[in-house]
């Protein structure tokens, strides 16, 4: 057993919906969270600049003695992870790989769609980890850059974000796709629009419900789960208004956010 902390961070409030699963399957578990909430979002950044700031973040959740790091990011999955993932003794791990196998497992036409940010759709991780487990798979793949800010503004079942599903998923449907990654931990928000656009017989894959999943076999095979039978105690951080993060926050994870929100200054890190 290990009572240390599993650490959590995405550029903004996506990876509190993999938050929301840990709650869920590891009831037991304290998550220290941070959201670059300052930076947001990653991916409209370069390579090198989304490797600089999840070195950073990675080094600030180190500083809680945390038992492993959940990249809850798919642009930061995607874009980083493959190029710093020996850097550290801790272990870390993405979105890409957990959606990816679950997608596989889930298609029966083997036509799988991605929906991700422009980086995370350029740097094409989730198709290769598809590809690796599936060589003969139809991958089509979406940049949804407009995702994003619907969400984090609250439109998630709205008439304009019903308008512009429909213009991304066009494609999906035409080539009669049987499986759909939401390869941004904010697009679960979106789940229900997405969902009734694409029709009940497309499997939607919630990547950062699969990283927690994912995280929980690691931890229980290492040993490592956190059987006390204690409530999980969670913190959160930010590198911007501690107010949004707040207000918002609430509605990723299905439950208002008690606990307080600290800011940090992550180029310190």
Known sequence: MDKRPIGVFDSGLGGLSCVKEIMKIMPNEDVIYFGDTGRVP???????TIIKYVRQDIRFLEGFDIKAIIIACGTASSAALPWIADENDTKIMGVVEP???AAVSATKNKKIGVLGTGATVKYGKYASNIKALCPDAEIVQKACPLFVPLVENGYTDSDVARLIAAE???DMKKKSVDTLILGCTHYPLLKKVIGDIMGKDVTLIDSGAM???????FLKQESLLNES???GKYRYFVSDSVEDFSALGGMFLDRPIKESVEKIDIEGF
């Open 42 to 48: 990653y991916g409209t950044r370069s390579r090198e």
């Open 99 to 101: 959606a990816a196998k």
């Open 168 to 170: 991304y998923l066009e």
């Open 211 to 217: 990283a927690a999943s994912a995280a929980y076999e």
């Open 229 to 231: 039978g204690e409530n």
